[in-house]
């Protein structure tokens, strides 16, 4: 059965570094989608792609998150200067249909 | 803005009872309601979904959730649970095509 996969499963980076999670959704879908998931809190959205563009964004995907969709299988996430408060589990989801998303097992992120 | 809550943040039943884990949405006009599984270490799975049609839908692993609109709830329900079930439940509702709106999750955890 296909399934999204992310890279890496954990990733520890110092503050004010860059970081790249990364996602292959499955192969047929075309809407893409991160969320994050701060430690014993709920699952939240950040952003969702479509046709090589943002199709929304939430108010916590301010101008430090960018996405990119760089070849024909990966989906991207890109945080410029990591903050303390970015330590979360993010999730790549993809989606056929518009109305069910498939996620990915999560890259936990840890900022020091 | 839609939303959905989750009135139990945790859920203890002992192995091979029912389980009910509760959750309401606001109202909208067209309204697509989901529960997701989150198993230890692991990432969301689409548990069910109710876009349209019968109200009550059927799920993997022997759940099922009624859709009640005079009631604005979409409960999660198992006749007889197994030690393999504890994980987190988060219900969520779709607002547009573009995002899911997650709930708080309730903790189910099994007792032998």
């Known amino acids: 059965e296909p399934e999204v996969t992310q890279t890496p499963s954990h990733q520890v980076t110092q503050m004010g570094q860059e970081v790249i999670l990364r996602c292959v959704p499955i192969?047929?879908?075309?809407?893409f989608y991160w969320y994050r998931q701060i430690l014993g809190q709920k699952v939240e959205f950040l952003v969702s792609?479509?046709?090589?563009?943002?199709?929304?964004k939430s108010e916590i995907f301010d101008d430090q998150f960018s996405v990119e969709r760089p070849d024909g299988s990966n989906f991207t996430l890109k945080i410029r200067s990591t903050k303390l408060e970015d330590s979360a589990m993010y999730f790549c989801?993809?989606?056929?249909?518009?109305?069910?998303?498939?996620f990915g097992p999560g890259t936990r992120l840890t900022v020091t | 803005a839609q939303s959905v809550t989750q009135l139990d943040s945790q859920v203890p039943v002992f192995e091979e009872a029912p389980v009910e884990l509760r959750c309401n949405y606001s109202?909208?006009?067209?309204?697509?309601l989901f529960w997701y599984v989150q198993y230890p270490n692991q990432g969301l799975q689409l548990l069910l979904k109710?876009?349209?049609?019968?109200?009550l839908v059927k799920g993997i692993n022997g759940f099922e959730a009624e859709f009640n609109k005079s009631q604005t709830s979409f409960h999660l329900r198992k006749p007889s649970v197994h030690i393999s079930d504890t994980a987190e439940y988060f219900c969520?509702?779709?607002?547009?095509?573009?995002?899911?709106?997650f709930g708080s999750g309730t903790r189910l955890s099994i007792r032998p």
């Open positions: 969520a509702v779709i607002p547009s095509a573009s995002k899911i709106i």
């Open positions: 192969s047929n879908h075309l809407y």
């Open positions: 989801a993809s989606s056929g249909y518009l109305y069910e998303q498939y």
């Open positions: 109202s909208s006009v067209s309204v697509y």
């Open positions: 109710y876009l349209s049609g019968s109200t």
């Open positions: 792609f479509y046709n090589n563009e943002i199709s929304e």
